[in-house]
């Protein structure tokens, strides 16, 4: 299977270019983060993707259901991004029929390293960089863990939230902000105040980056957001957002 993925960037259109040429605009996708909150970790992220200075989807799905137990937020060239998704859906699938078990978070964490290394030739020539985002945690009553990447495939594990995308800045400086100094920090917020939370990063990260967007709660347009508690993931609908929205609203 990684020999698939191989082949697949070793076809890229674009293998002849030479580092540092000049490449043609590319999709790109941002803005995805993560942070933990009481029930476990929230991951979310915007719907917009852009080639150059162009939007060219505000419906792009960014984060992704691995298993039962972990998540993987995208950020960077889609095509190479999803095929990573796929490879690894497969991987801890095969795992699990193949060894009647539940492959261990710690060998997740590595399997998208892995791959992310193998991603190197395209990430070298500026034309495949992923730079995701990773949230999982052991079956039972494991603690869920976030992880993020620089696109060599180097893994952090984060305290208390990871940001990547064009947009992570800003939403990083509010994680931090708030992590110190709000009240409640967002470890300590339920549910509603953390779905509300998401949606405001993201409206604070567009205000400063134009490639993130695709949220606009004032037409009802609102984050992909997903959670991974003990009880496993949930996706958060529309309509449970609009609430958390307007009870937010009306708290301020």
Not at 154 to 159: D, S, V
């Amino acid at each position: 299977m990684n020999g698939d993925f191989l082949s697949l960037i070793s076809s890229n259109p674009f293998s002849g270019l030479t580092v540092g040429e000049k490449c043609p605009e590319l999709l790109e996708a941002t803005t995805v983060f993560a942070f933990h909150f009481s029930e476990g970790v929230v991951m979310a992220g915007d719907h917009r993707a852009t080639a150059g200075n162009v939007v060219f989807s505000d419906r792009t799905e960014k984060i992704i259901e691995l298993d039962n137990h972990s998540l993987i937020a995208i950020a960077g060239s889609p095509a190479v991004a999803f095929e990573m998704a796929r490879t690894l859906q497969t991987t801890f699938e095969f795992y699990r029929r193949s060894q009647l078990q539940v492959l261990s978070l710690a060998a997740k964490v590595r399997a998208l390293s892995r791959l992310l290394r193998e991603n190197l030739p395209a990430t070298l020539q500026g034309v495949g960089a992923v730079a995701p985002l990773f949230a999982g945690r052991e079956p039972g009553d494991g603690h869920p863990g976030i992880y993020y990447y620089d696109p060599l495939g180097a893994q952090f594990e984060a305290a208390g939230y990871a940001a990547s995308g064009s947009g992570s800045g800003s939403i990083r400086s509010v994680l931090h902000y708030l992590t110190k100094w709000g009240n409640p920090r967002p470890q300590q917020m339920d549910r509603g105040d953390a779905i509300n939370l998401s949606n405001r990063l993201l409206l604070t990260a567009a205000e400063f980056d134009t490639a993130t967007g695709g949220v606009d709660p004032s037409r009802g347009v609102f984050a992909t957001i997903r959670l991974l508690t003990r009880d496993g993931i949930q996706t958060v609908s529309e309509k449970e957002q609009i609430g958390a929205w307007r009870k937010g609203d009306g708290n301020d």
